[in-house]
């Protein structure tokens, strides 16, 4: 019977172990080829205690949001710390080939990439929001990828830390670009997601049992949409400046408006109704959105 319990894999060096690799020649960073992974049946799932990079080939047909690919572009994935990733469902696929980049986060000890590294929401992201390089985007993380590869393969010496972790940050910005360049250019799928969203919204204001659930939260409308808190934040960030929270304010401001110039109810019944626990609340982030209190908003249709 297969294992479904999730195998967590502490060091880089234990991780090359369950893959059937050879030892890696750093403790913390290592670079392999994914086409010399070994299955292991009885492991469902991992978890890593540390980063993961890597791009993939030969993934045809794969999820990406609602929508399916089936031509083989360069995949590009991030794990951090924590984060669980499941087996592909029979098996690894016979095409597949590609690298896979490890690197433990006491690699980034006293540089600015340890801070820095979480702001890059993309490690954040689930299996299906994965990039898609275009040849000229994977020539050029390859290119990075290689010189990692030179100063791993040199004798470590006190520069080598520097060197590893300017080339990681330069990677790392670039990933930041092309997913910039993905949420544009695959407007389908980015479009029909923000359509998505505003109908959950939608419904969820028009609701009649917002007093007992309450505002909804980024997590809530991620988990309808079936993406990841993160993805959708940084989607509708590039697409409409805004992040999810804000688009539930705006959905939220605009239902109060409408009730506030349609119906004779209180302010304080107004904010109830909208799942308020406090009237104070939903007055400070009403005026705060449209510079006017409620009553004033009122006042002004009279």
């Given at each position: 019977m297969k294992n479904t319990a999730p195998y967590r894999i502490k060091t880089i060096t234990e991780g090359h172990r369950l893959i059937g690799l050879d030892?890696?020649?750093h403790p913390l960073i290592s670079l392999v080829d994914v086409s010399q992974f070994k299955d292991h049946a009885d492991v469902?799932?991992?978890i890593f205690d540390f980063y993961a990079i890597s791009i993939k080939r030969g993934c045809d047909n794969l999820l990406y949001g609602?929508?399916?690919?089936d031509f083989d572009e360069g995949l590009m994935a991030f794990m951090?710390?924590?984060?669980?990733?499941r087996g592909e469902e029979g098996g690894r696929p016979a095409?597949?080939?590609?690298?896979m980049l490890f690197f433990h986060p006491d690699l980034l000890w006293n540089t600015p990439l340890a801070k820095k590294i979480k702001q890059y929401d993309f490690f954040g992201y689930?299996?299906?929001e994965a990039l898609f390089l275009s040849e000229k985007e994977e020539l050029i993380i390859n290119d990075i990828i290689e010189k990692i590869r030179q100063e791993y393969d040199s004798n470590i010496d006190g520069f080598s830390q520097g060197i590893i972790v300017a080339h990681l940050e330069t990677l790392l910005s670039y990933a930041e670009r092309f997913y910039n360049r993905q949420f544009i250019t695959r407007k389908k799928a980015s479009h029909q997601l923000l359509d998505e969203m505003e109908e959950v919204l939608t419904n969820y204001f028009n609701g009649d049992d917002l007093v007992s659930r309450g505002l909804p939260s980024v997590?809530?409308?991620s988990d309808e949409l079936n993406v990841s808190s993160s993805y959708l934040s940084s989607l509708l960030k590039s697409l409409t400046g805004?992040?999810?929270q804000q688009h539930i304010h705006e959905k939220l401001i605009e239902k109060a408006k409408e009730k506030l110039s349609t119906s004779q109810l209180t302010v304080s019944e107004i904010a109830y109704d909208l799942g308020f626990e406090h009237p104070q609340s939903f007055s400070k982030l009403f005026k705060a959105k449209t510079k006017v209190s409620p009553l004033e908003f009122r006042q002004s249709f009279n």
């Open positions: 030892m890696p020649k469902h799932a991992v609602q929508q399916k690919y951090s710390p924590g984060q669980l990733l095409g597949l080939r590609g690298w689930a299996s299906n997590q809530f409308l805004q992040t999810a």
